[in-house]
């Protein structure tokens, strides 16, 4: 066991309850994904696991929120809770409160009751977690432990609704211990039906709520600690929705969006893509009543305005982050106060260690397809002033508009082609498709830099800090040996590229119906090597996905469809579970040429492993029937059939 | 501390105690009435290798077999698994012609946690067991979320004198560990409580305060590790490594499998690893027994503790985590495998290391 922390994976020992450690690691600027306006209605966070949908909504539970308050006033995380108005310099304005919907409330449908009792337990089972939260929060905001301190808080009404003193009565209040009572006798009977082994212990089912009580309870009343009151907005962060059936979802959802401005309500869940997840349309409008927080399209496009949260703002986010886990650990292991990303060089031409066995070659191609032609002269003697990894790449580039040019209609006097020429049809795009190219053919590291990793992160917070702590533990190696932990480009490439490897091998152990899901890789990747490898690079810099139109998209989602077409029920449960567990992402609605998409491109961490470029962009469509026709190829290993019959292997 | 299992009986294959004399010393306490011989059949090649055996002894009362049955393979499994699914019923079906069978049947459920509880529920109603005096419960081919709920369900219902139910109770095992490491596992599902077994989990409005948690360690748990560490959160680890093992070094290579899981990411203690007998149940069942007794005590001034058991090992030794986890009603956490596929072997040379065990649970050795 090594004796040196990697704070990038030790990230999964670290407590829920340390304040310090989530807070000062916090990236700041991903408060700006949220919308202004966040108070008043009903915000629906989406995204792909991993994405940081969590944490964003831990930051605003009471224990951080006073850590900020407290101990993190020069850091921007507390200029940004003041601008979003969730902290005064003095104290929290909001009482956040963290309801795990990961819990057993799927489980209540499984009791031997009608539809309408289930959702009346689980509206009640939610009801008595939502308000032992909230006493948990006022507590620990005002300073107490829960429960030790129970008797210091008390709920009282600010409504002169008659209604909701009739809630706090039947919920247990005003008293806090009573209110604790009541949830701990809900608790109890629920959870002992769900757990009863035998049936002499099923008692009878407890009544239902007919709605959610907690919203209005906590709507019309306030905390008193002491006596004082707390004075903050209640806000309710219910997180995994996507744990709960779909009717379940669908009434908490159906609850949430009443308007109650003085109650804030977070709701987050993971994006599915095979799902009429994104309709809206029975939770209400979006902006007035809702908005939706699309935490990957914010990340990879930024936010709709364009100014709240820019494009490309989240990779400096997610820098932000790798810079504040490591510092303190580089300062006290190697003295090193170079930012942890500024210790992966990222010089091209270090790759690049025989010059004399690359260039040669490609410039003798790029050469030999101008065929003499004077036309491309200045192409080629600009290519020659050129130097190292640069030069490699401008001959491949060369090689490939050299081609695009023959193929064009060319000039009727085939006038020599100028260095204006040459830089209108170059493009960032094919340069990286030449870089990749160059790399492939001569074995050469490609994969590393500090933006290379921010992009192999594909906008995932896990993702990317995993692939930091696999950096770091190679940094830990020179640190050991007492050497300053800088890598050079080929340690990175074989890092980076051994994670990559290690995602696709995991795929099976780790992904439901993984091997199917192998399996629509393995095509979209040989899609890709077919397209890449045409001498004109179509589209550069290079296929990483594949595409299915909307309305086959629709097709897919209808039960009766899958019923009639063997492979359909493996595609839509393997391509469920792909988006799900981010091996592809999903863009839906892509519209090009006049036809919608549904647009899958693979995780960037698995381009490493087939070789392929980092840039979105690239993708190829395919029909639906043929999709479906790759779930009929039989999976690599588990295929063949054992080698005996039952019951001759019992013959002992 | 007296724990209920210090004294036991168990029978092995590898043992001069065989199986067949403690179903035949069952079968006599049961005060002559039917023996009942509980199994699933699922893909497991070692689905019917007890049952087999159970049959081929001598009874004086016919037997009688309950069956659990169990959901096909999905597509996603493997051929081989799904191929062996079939032939196992097939042959299940040869080999209990001419006996009573009571079936189990198979209900889809919302929850994974809840498919247990409700066969425990089916196996102790007085109508599945009129009749009965020993229930042996085979566990080879039967998932954890399905044969813990049953055998402590089984225990409950004897310990409490349910009208009718049997106080001769076994649980029988097949191992193989060639076989085990032919199997391999398919995904992997979201960490949740084992049904029945919640202890004080998930009581929101009952702190559970710190939480301890002894993984059963095996090959290839790495995904289920990280998944189970999610859900629960630790305050501390304490693996289990078998040892003594058949193989000595299996303790070091379960290390060197899971260091990175273990050290860099749970943070564990090397002091607070633990080792159990890999071929003796009672042997984990009374390891475990001390640690959330010595946890109880040591944090008894400071603030609650659970000690929550996985098990990601042989059917075995998971046993001692049942006998633990019910004796202390402590939590049993899982995140099995989804689906299944068999590695391209030769089943019937694997076959001739198939080992039986038997372990007496409750009844006449412990009146």
Redesign the interface.
């Known amino acids: ?2 004796i040196y ?2 704070p990038f ?2 990230r ?2 670290e ?2 309850q340390d304040a310090h450690q989530f807070v000062s690691t916090f990236g700041a600027g991903a408060l700006d994904m949220l919308p202004e306006a966040t108070w008043d209605r009903l915000v629906l966070l989406r995204s792909s696991p991993g994405a940081g949908k969590t944490s964003l909504m831990r930051l605003f539970t009471p224990e951080n929120l006073r850590w900020t308050l407290e101990r993190m006033r020069q850091e921007p995380v507390y200029r940004q809770l003041i601008e979003l108005g969730a902290i005064e310099p003095d104290r929290p304005l909001k009482l956040g409160v963290l309801i795990d919907l ?3 409330y ?2 209540l ?2 009791l031997p009751m009608p539809a309408e009792s289930a959702r009346r337990l689980f509206l009640r089972l939610l009801d ?2 939502i308000l ?2 909230a006493l948990r929060s006022a507590l620990t905001l005002a300073g107490g432990s ?2 030790r301190d129970i008797e210091r808080v008390a709920l009282a009404s600010t409504s002169p609704d008659a209604r909701v003193d009739a809630l706090v009565e039947r919920l247990g209040g005003p008293s806090a211990i009573g209110i ?1 009572n009541y ?2 006798d ?3 009977a629920i ?1 002992r039906l ?7 212990d ?1 008692d009878a089912i407890p009544e239902g709520h007919n709605e959610l009580y907690a919203l209005d309870l906590l709507a019309g009343s306030r905390f008193e600690v002491d006596g004082e009151p707390l004075n903050v907005q209640p806000l309710l962060m219910f997180d995994d929705g996507h ?1 709960l ?1 779909r009717e379940q979802r669908d009434t908490l959802l159906g609850e949430l969006r009443r308007r109650r401005p003085t109650v804030a309500r977070w709701y987050s869940e993971r994006f599915e893509a095979l799902s009429d997840q994104e309709l809206l349309s029975d939770v209400g409008d979006e902006g007035r009543d809702v908005a939706l927080v699309d935490l990957d399209s914010i990340a990879r496009s930024g936010s709709a305005d364009g100014r709240r949260f820019a494009r490309g703002r989240y990779d400096r986010v997610l820098t932000d982050v790798a810079r504040r886990r490591a510092a303190p650990l580089l300062a006290v292991y190697a003295q090193e106060h170079q930012e942890f990303l500024d210790l992966l060089e990222d010089d091209r031409d270090r790759c690049l260690a025989d010059p004399s066995s690359v260039l040669p070659v490609l410039e003798d191609r790029a050469v030999g397809a101008a065929a003499g032609d004077d036309r491309y002269k200045t192409w080629i003697e600009d290519a020659r002033t050129r130097a190292g990894f640069e030069a490699a790449v401008r001959w491949r580039e060369l090689e490939v508009l050299v081609l695009r040019d023959q193929h064009r209609q060319q000039d009727l006097f085939g006038e020599e082609l100028t260095d204006e020429d040459l830089a209108d049809r170059s493009s960032s795009a094919l340069r990286e498709g030449a870089a990749v190219a160059v790399a492939n053919e001569f074995k050469l590291p490609y994969y590393f830099g500090a933006s290379t990793v921010v992009r192999l992160g594909s906008h995932n917070a896990d993702q990317f800090l995993n692939l930091c ?1 696999d950096l770091f ?1 190679e940094m830990l190696v020179d640190i050991s040996l007492g050497r300053s932990p800088r890598l050079d480009v080929s340690r990175q490439h074989r890092v980076l590229h051994r994670a990559s490897e290690r995602l696709w091998e ?1 795929i ?9 899901v192998q399996v629509m890789v393995r095509e979209i990747v040989a899609i890709a090597h077919a397209e890449n490898a045409k001498p004109r690079m179509p589209y550069p810099p290079g296929i990483t996905g594949t595409a299915l139109l909307m309305s086959e998209r629709q097709t897919l989602l209808d039960p009766q469809y899958r019923a009639k077409h063997p492979g359909a ?2 595609l839509f ?1 393997a391509l469920a579970s792909a988006v799900a567990h981010n091996i592809l992402q999903a863009d839906l609605d892509y519209s090009v040429k006049g036809n919608r998409y549904m647009v899958l491109y693979l995780n960037r961490l698995l381009c490493p492993r087939f070789g392929l470029p980092l840039g979105l962009g690239g993708f190829k469509e395919r029909r639906l029937s043929e999709m479906v026709n790759w779930m009929q190829k ?2 690599a ?16 | 501390m007296n724990n209920r299992w210090d004294e036991y009986v168990m029978a092995s294959d590898s043992s001069t105690l065989p199986p067949e004399a403690v179903w035949d010393a069952a079968a006599a306490a049961g005060c002559d009435l039917a023996t009942m011989y509980v199994l699933g059949v699922g893909f497991d ?1 070692r689905s ?2 007890g049952l ?2 159970f049959l081929a002894s001598d009874h004086r009362v016919s037997p009688v077999i309950g069956v659990v049955e169990l959901p096909p393979p999905s ?7 799904r ?2 699914a079939i ?2 019923q ?2 299940f079906e ?1 080999l209990v012609g001419g006996h009573e069978v009571r079936r189990i049947p198979h209900e889809d ?3 994974r ?2 498919a247990g ?2 066969v ?2 089916a196996l ?2 007085p109508e599945f067991v009129s009749g009965i005096g020993a229930l042996l419960i085979d566990i080879s081919s039967l998932p954890a979320s399905l044969y813990f ?1 049953m055998v ?2 089984s225990l ?2 004897a310990d ?1 004198g ?1 009208p009718g139910f049997p106080q001769e109770i076994q649980v029988i095992a097949c191992e193989n560990p060639e076989i085990d490491a032919a199997i ?5 599902s ?1 960490a949740a ?1 084992v ?4 202890g004080s989990l ?6 559970t305060g710190t939480v301890i948690w002894a993984p059963v360690l095996g090959e ?1 748990a ?2 289920a590790l ?1 998944a189970i ?3 629960l ?1 630790p ?1 501390d680890v304490c693996p289990v490594l078998p040892f003594p093992a058949r193989n000595p070094r299996r303790g070091d290579e379960l290390v060197l499998e899971h ?2 899981v273990l ?5 564990v203690n ?1 002091a607070s690893i633990i080792y159990a007998d890999e071929r003796n149940p009672f042997d984990l069942y009374r390891t475990l027994s001390r640690l959330q007794d010595d946890f109880r005590h040591a944090l008894a001034e400071l603030e609650p503790a659970t000690v929550v058991l996985s098990t990601h090992t042989s059917k075995l030794l998971s046993l001692g985590v049942l006998l633990a986890a019910f004796e202390h009603r402590l939590p049993i956490v899982a995140a099995p495998a ?2 299944y ?8 040379a694997l ?2 290391s ?1 080992a039986l065990t038997c372990v007496w649970l409750g009844g006449t050795p412990y009146s």
């Not at chain 1, 769900?194 to 002499?200: C, E, F, M, P, T």
């Not at chain 1, 099976?508 to 199917?516: L, M, W």
């Not at chain 2, 597509?75 to 698994?81: D, E, I, N, R």
């Open positions: 066991m090594s922390v990697n994976y030790a999964a020992s407590q829920h990961d819990r057993d799927r489980s449908l499984d008595v977690r032992v939260g829960f429960p604790l949830a701990q809900t608790e109890r959870l769900l757990d009863a082994l035998l049936a002499v099923v744990r059936e702590g533990a995991s099976p152990r780790t992904v439901p119906n993984g091997r199917d029920d493996r449960a039989l999976p290993q588990g295929a063949r059939r054992r080698s005996t019959d039952a019951r001759e292997q019992l013959a002992l | 090649p019917l290798v087999q055996r597509q996603a499994s493997g051929l081989s698994a191929a062996l032939d196992n097939s042959a040869a459920v919302h929850s946690a809840n509880p409700r425990a529920r102790t109603a709920p402590a369900a409950s219902a409490r349910l391999e596992k398919l995904g992997v979201d409580i049904g029945g077994f919640r998930e009581h929101e409005s009952d702190p290839r790495g995904p990280q560490h999610n859900l959160a305050g260091q990175v050290f860099d990411e749970f943070r090397p989804i689906d596929e068999l590695a391209d072997v030769d089943l019937t076959g001739s198939n």
